[in-house]
């Protein structure tokens, strides 16, 4: 099966801060990218969303950031709550085909 | 239902058996898609299907995987001869259409022992 690494990184910050999860994506023919929250036990859930032809996308308390040039893509969570604990999942749409990044787990420290 | 619907969400089979996965996707979506996640790892693709198109199954790691979707209607993963190795959450998600947001199912554990 097809993914981009099989390690997940780990992300503590203190609640009531900002949060940045980073996510390098692997083709640059990709046109869509979405970022997914995913709960202990749940499936994975749409947070926010971007096309290749924006750079910059912004939702509630969210963020969506695009470099094209570097296959960048990251998510920002403005003052992060407990709730916000999960792992979060960038994911590409190359040719129809949904290729998820490794994800991050977010812990957040009350 | 509202969502993807996804059974049994348990299953705990004996080494050999053969297993069969259901997914229900949300009515209206011709886009599905299958993925296996391995505790603590990402989304492992599998297979998509997209409306009555040729299925594009890149992702199935073996012979011993297949999948169907009669329309745009139910899906079924099912798994051969099943291997320590398979065991997994399969998740299951269905879009309207391509290039938008999936919806995931809460998925099936199965655990092969």
């Known amino acids: 099966g097809e993914s981009v690494g099989l390690h997940l990184p780990t992300l503590s910050v203190q609640e009531g801060d900002n949060s940045i999860i980073n996510c390098a994506y692997s083709?640059?023919?990709?046109?869509?990218f979405i970022w997914y929250k995913q709960e202990s036990g749940k499936g994975p859930q749409f947070i926010i969303d971007?096309?290749?032809?924006?750079d910059k996308r912004q939702g509630q308390r969210v963020t969506v950031l695009l470099n094209k040039t570097v296959k960048h893509l990251s998510l920002q969570i403005a003052a992060t709550q407990p709730g916000d604990s999960a792992v979060y999942f960038c994911?590409?749409?190359?040719?129809?085909?949904?290729?998820f990044g490794p994800g991050t787990s977010l812990s957040v420290i009350p | 239902g509202a969502g993807v619907s996804q059974s049994p969400s348990n299953k705990v089979t004996e080494k050999g058996k053969d297993v069969e996965l259901r997914c229900d996707p949300i009515s209206g979506h011709t886009a599905l898609y299958w993925y296996r996640q391995r505790l603590g790892q990402g989304l492992e693709f599998l297979i998509y299907f997209q409306g009555n198109s040729a299925p594009d199954k890149s992702g199935l790691p073996s012979d011993r995987f297949s999948a169907e979707r009669t329309g745009e209607s139910v899906s079924t993963l099912t798994i051969q001869r099943t291997q320590q190795e398979d065991s997994a959450v399969y998740l299951c998600?269905?879009?309207?259409?391509?290039?938008?947001?999936?919806?995931f199912g809460q998925g099936t554990r199965l655990t092969v022992v």
């Open positions: 998600a269905s879009s309207p259409w391509t290039n938008t947001e999936a919806f």
């Open positions: 994911a590409e749409n190359l040719r129809d085909k949904v290729i």
């Open positions: 083709n640059s023919a990709s046109d869509y």
């Open positions: 971007i096309r290749s032809n924006m």
